[in-house]
């Protein structure tokens, strides 16, 4: 959370690296400030003629303490936004921002009060409690780097105006109460890098789309109302969420050949078939959850081979067969395996000791 008003253009991405501001602690352009202890470890960001562009308290009342010193008001500045809804020029950020605003019609924090001048690069207004929808005029900050709208009750379909956000690396939509078909135009972000629209309405098809952004790392469609069949090319991502949907089929084959993923997760689907034999052949795989779903067959014994693997879910399924002796032998930061209701048996594995860093082995509701 920021000082004041969370639409901004960020100056710094982190503590470390500032590109046009300078960070301070104690003071503020040599002037001593009283700051509460409470905000001992907050950040304040300079702009070079001295306003203060970014504040990030600890918490509420810190915030609060900030806003009420007079010194601070006058570096912050106290203009209000007036929005001229008659102005037809909505080109610039600060109109797209304006019509932004225009559409929210609840919040009750009044975090969209203070005004902005530049190129807004990171917006930031995830937690508002918020209620609105976006408008097609939202497509035209097109700086932006980073959007954040996270748990919030935003509403509506996405525009396809957003498409013009060619600059986007991150989106998060999360726990909003977005709706419509998951856009295809998001092929279009060629620099997206996280996308992240869980717990949201959202139906349709899993866009092939989403193979022409090659830098896609993370993609989260978790607990929607997604239909149809997993891809057989999706990306080279390192995370893919798919959890709580209505998705059917086989575990697409190809997903083998996406060598950088760390995190699958397909569970709570109907998802049919085998567990494809590649998967074991994901060295970089750190969760692996594919539990609530109807799979059948042999758990593929390359699986307890990943050397990196943390946990693995395959609980509530059909799977058949016995657990090699050696499952413990390639696994060693295992932390959780999940294998109950099942029709797994045989014995427990001799070698489950070596499995140091276990916490948590359910096989129950086995044969």
């Known amino acids: 959370m920021t000082f004041g008003l969370s639409i901004r253009q960020v100056y710094c991405i982190n503590a470390n690296q500032i590109h046009e501001g300078k960070q301070i602690q104690a003071s503020i352009a040599n002037t001593n400030v009283e700051i509460p202890n409470s905000t001992k470890k907050d950040e304040v960001v300079l702009s070079r003629d001295g306003k203060i562009v970014e504040f990030q308290p600890t918490n509420r009342v810190a915030e ?20 001229d809804m008659t102005q037809t020029n909505t080109t610039t950020d600060e109109f797209a921002l304006l019509f932004l605003k225009s559409q929210i019609i609840s919040d009750p924090f009044h975090f969209l009060d203070e005004s902005w001048s530049q190129r807004v690069k990171s917006l930031n207004l995830s937690n508002m409690a918020l209620t609105g929808r976006i408008p097609r005029e939202f497509g035209n900050p097109t700086f932006l780097v980073s959007l954040d709208l996270e748990s919030n009750n935003f509403q509506g379909n996405l525009p396809q105006e957003m498409a013009r956000l060619r600059r986007l690396r991150f989106l998060d939509l999360s726990f909003n109460k977005f709706r419509g078909e998951v856009p295809s135009w998001f092929g279009f972000l060629h620099q997206l890098q996280v996308l992240n629209l869980r717990n949201n309405s959202f139906t349709g098809s899993i866009p092939s789309s989403f193979s022409n952004i090659s830098t896609l790392d993370t993609l989260n469609l978790n607990f929607n109302s997604i239909e149809g069949q997993i891809p057989k090319v999706i990306g080279n991502l390192r995370e893919l969420k798919l959890r709580g949907n209505n998705l059917i089929g086989s575990i697409p084959l190809s997903l083998a050949n996406t060598s950088r993923l760390e995190v699958l997760d397909i569970s709570d689907n109907s998802l049919q078939g085998n567990i494809p034999e590649g998967i074991g052949n994901l060295h970089n795989m750190k969760l692996l959850a594919i539990q609530y779903n109807q799979l059948t067959g042999y758990i593929p014994f390359t699986i307890f081979n990943i050397s990196r693997i943390e946990f693995i879910a395959f609980t509530a399924n059909s799977l058949s067969g016995y657990l090699p002796n050696g499952l413990c032998n390639g696994l060693p930061i295992l932390k959780g395996l999940y294998l109950s209701t099942n029709k797994l048996r045989g014995h427990m ?3 489950l000791p070596n499995c140091s860093l276990l916490q948590i082995l359910s096989l129950s509701e086995n044969e």
Request: proline residues 13%.
């Open 64 to 83: 609060n303490q900030w806003a009420a010193n007079p010194l601070v008001k006058e570096l912050y500045g106290k203009k209000k936004l007036v929005p």
């Open 349 to 351: 594995p001799t070698s």
